[in-house]
């Protein structure tokens, strides 16, 4: 490939990757553009379902329907892989696709049984009857033959099916639209927005919200949303910031099921906030501003292609490798994580990670602010929000992207192209080291694998972000941006649980919480359960002999036994963090090999323990959880969180079992929070805020894995001094200074 020119376009610098047909085998494979790995024949037993494949489970499970009447009342919530025990896994990474290495497997006499081919695949549907207000599960067996039928004969086999009394599954997009709709067309709302000055109903937004649990009025015996109403001052302008003028005073609630407005109060006749100047983000004249103009075009060329090699959903790049899946709650999920380290081949790390729940509890006690306690994945789903990054993409470089496919609401298949990004990033120096006597120097690039998605819920944009380093670490890193939700004030009216930010004006104090789940796998083969987790604080030594000049301290470290034990905080003040160890492997010195959570900024909920979103998320209680490994313990609030009336259902009562965690296969549940008191700098829309928490190796290696990391080569491209154009500056003082 031909270097980029300086005057090449934005368009030709963000370039997508296209898959790369397989070379034919006595050629030499290209060293330009992504390396492709011979193919596998059939889908990893980790791959997301093709849409093909649920297609034929919607198909299977609609047949299956009783009557008529039953098969046209099935609203299809979530069709996804019903992942394989890990054992399988093991089987298909050995001998069926990449890695390709049978020492994955645990050792057995007179040695492995290799069997003809894998299980067939299987999907899960959560299928909502619109009819009966049911809510069921139904497992589907999906063969390679029914998996590659498109048209027709769309038959695979149920192999279980079964009906969850009292609750409710996340709402879909389709009902969101419905339901505005419904409200706009209801007279007695129109006539209240009539009060407010407005006929226009095209102005009006009507975001539906989950009305959560306060009472047993939210019982889940009806589906239900409490809509939150905003007004547009502009009807030919479609992307005015709409959320800058909230109708406050009217309560509304619309029972989902049948699609009709149930309660409906004109409280408090509360005026329009003015229509605010800065309200708008668009570029330009569009926004009513003017643009800087001294950003000049940073380009990110790399003339032989990106270093990582892709292979369907299986990724190699610089000694690390790993399978990319998605999943309609969490979104982004990557499995089967390893590290190549030399003679001591692939060494496991982690067999899933991913974000499985979110919750944005708002501080102010105000109607409607109070029932504001958003549990973006369980009630909505982080995937299912997910952008086509078509539409808008901040990477730069050569990019992967990989689609996702989901059902929609009435069980067609909806894709959405470059969901997922792969990239490769410049992060700044890796290591450095200059001797003061000779004055030589060795300096090093780091570099970073990104793997990221970004998701719209409202009115706000979440992006989730997987980064792995040349040094061997892990990084969980989550960006918030978006637009702030909004309260109405009365003329002079200030409010201490939000920030005026505008007259009119105020957003409420909140607080944004995510919860990652880690399946650890710390030099442990599939099968094996060798993990334990330690706490590591550090302390002050006591004055006295062994502290004669009062500056000792030390990191004490305790093995969380039992799941009651590992309930822990962050506790910045003794530099706390955990290690997941092998309890049989160990390093050169004896220590035993390992991967510690270091956290980032952190916090914990601010509400008083009674708080009524506190009954469905008492995860949100204790910053780390730690669990021995079962299938069916995926989501830390339950399955269905959604006007979910039980106590603490999920982690909190999964730990009561106070199972041990000595040498077990451990799942790790780290909860990071960040307590946002909006600025005015976040408005109109907010510069993005990071959080996050990082997986280190702690005597994983027996010295930095970086080392080996090349020197920086100097190329024709890099930008001289003399090339820089300089503007002499016209203030004569500041030029002195």
């Not at 499985?356 to 102010?364: H, K, L, S």
């Not at 979103?613 to 079962?630: G, Q, S």
Request: proline share 8%.
């Amino acid at each position: 490939m031909d270097p980029i020119p300086k005057t090449a376009s934005m368009a030709t610098l963000i370039r997508p990757v296209d898959p790369i047909s397989d070379p034919p085998p006595t050629k030499t494979p290209t060293n330009k553009g992504i390396s492709i790995m011979p193919r596998a024949q059939t889908s990893h037993p980790l791959d997301p379902l093709s849409a093909a494949e649920i297609s034929v489970a919607v198909a299977t499970v609609r047949a299956a329907g009783a009557t008529p009447e039953v098969r046209d009342s099935m609203r299809f919530i979530e069709v996804v892989l019903v992942e394989p025990d890990k054992h399988v896994v093991a089987l298909a990474d050995a001998y069926f696709f990449p890695p390709f290495q049978p020492s994955l497997l645990p050792r057995t006499k007179g040695g492995p049984v290799i069997p003809s081919r894998l299980p067939s695949r299987q999907a899960r549907l959560i299928v909502y009857n619109k009819k009966s207000n049911e809510t069921s599960i139904w497992v589907v067996e999906l063969s390679e033959v029914h998996a590659a039928t498109r048209g027709g004969h769309h038959r695979g086999k149920v192999i279980s099916s079964k009906v969850v009394p009292n609750v409710q599954p996340p709402m879909d997009a389709m009902e969101y639209a419905e339901c505005e709709a419904v409200v706009k067309d209801f007279p007695p709302f129109r006539e209240a927005m009539k009060r407010r000055g407005i006929e226009d109903m095209d102005l009006v937004m009507v975001d539906p919200w989950c009305v959560g649990y306060h009472s047993t009025a939210d019982a889940p015996s009806r589906r239900l949303a409490k809509p939150l109403i905003f007004c547009r001052t502009e009807s030919d302008c479609p992307m005015e910031n709409g959320y800058a003028r909230p109708v406050e005073g009217i309560h509304v609630l619309v029972d989902m099921q049948n699609m009709v407005v149930i309660e409906f109060e004109d409280r408090k006749l509360v005026p329009l906030p003015p229509a605010d100047p800065l309200r708008n983000y668009t570029a330009g004249e569009t926004r009513g501003g003017v643009d800087r103009s001294d950003v000049k075009p940073l380009q990110i060329i790399q003339p032989e292609g990106p270093s990582f090699r892709v292979n369907g959903n299986f990724i190699e790049w610089q000694k690390w490798n790993f399978r990319i899946g998605f999943t309609p709650r969490e979104g982004l999920v990557i499995y089967s994580v390893a590290y190549v380290d030399g003679s001591r081949g692939r060494r496991p790390v982690a067999h899933r990670l991913s974000i499985v729940e979110m919750v944005v509890p708002y501080g102010d006690p105000n109607d409607p602010h109070y029932r504001k306690n958003a549990f973006d994945a369980g009630e909505d789903g982080l995937g299912k929000n997910a952008h086509s990054l078509k539409k808008g993409c901040d990477c730069l470089g050569y990019i992967k992207y990989f689609d996702a496919h989901f059902t929609n609401f009435t069980g067609g298949v909806e894709t959405i192209e470059n969901c997922v990004c792969l990239h490769e990033e410049d992060h700044g120096i890796l290591w450095k080291h200059q001797d003061w006597r000779t004055g030589l120097a060795e300096v090093r690039r780091s570099r970073r694998l990104s793997v990221s998605f970004v998701c719209t819920v409202a009115n706000y944009e979440y992006g989730f972000f997987w980064h792995f380093y040349q040094d061997g670490k892990i990084e969980a890193e989550v960006k918030l941006t978006g637009i702030l939700s909004l309260g109405a004030l009365q003329p002079g009216e200030t409010r201490k649980y939000g920030t005026t930010i505008a007259p009119g004006l105020y957003a409420p104090v909140h607080q944004h919480f995510f919860v990652a789940r880690m399946d650890m796998a710390v030099d442990c083969k599939p099968g094996e359960a060798f993990n334990q987790v330690v706490e590591v604080n550090l302390k002050v030594e006591e004055p006295g002999k062994n502290n004669a000049h009062n500056n000792a301290f030390y990191a004490e470290e305790e093995l969380h036994r039992s799941e009651l034990q590992a309930m822990r905080d962050c506790n910045p003040l003794t530099a706390r963090h955990w290690i997941v160890r092998n309890t049989r492997n160990v390093n050169r010195t004896g220590q035993l090999t390992g991967f510690k959570l270091v956290p980032g900024s952190n916090c914990l909920p601010l509400a008083g323990s009674e708080a009524k979103f506190l009954r469905r998320a008492a995860f949100l209680k204790h910053n780390l959880w730690v669990t021995p490994y079962a299938h069916e313990e995926m989501y830390p609030g339950g399955e269905f969180p959604n006007q979910n009336p039980r106590v603490g259902e999920g982690l909190a009562t999964w730990v009561k079992q106070n199972r041990s965690l000595e040498e077990a296969d451990i799942v790790l549940w780290y909860v990071f929070g960040v307590t946002h008191v909006p600025r005015l700098e976040d408005w109109p829309v907010m510069p993005v805020e990071r959080i996050g928490f990082m997986l280190m190796p702690h005597g994983f290696f027996n010295c930095s894995p970086a080392v080996d990391v090349p020197p920086s080569t100097t190329t024709d491209l890099e930008l001289k001094e003399n090339d820089i154009a300089t503007k002499p500056i016209q203030n004569g003082i500041i030029a002195k200074l």
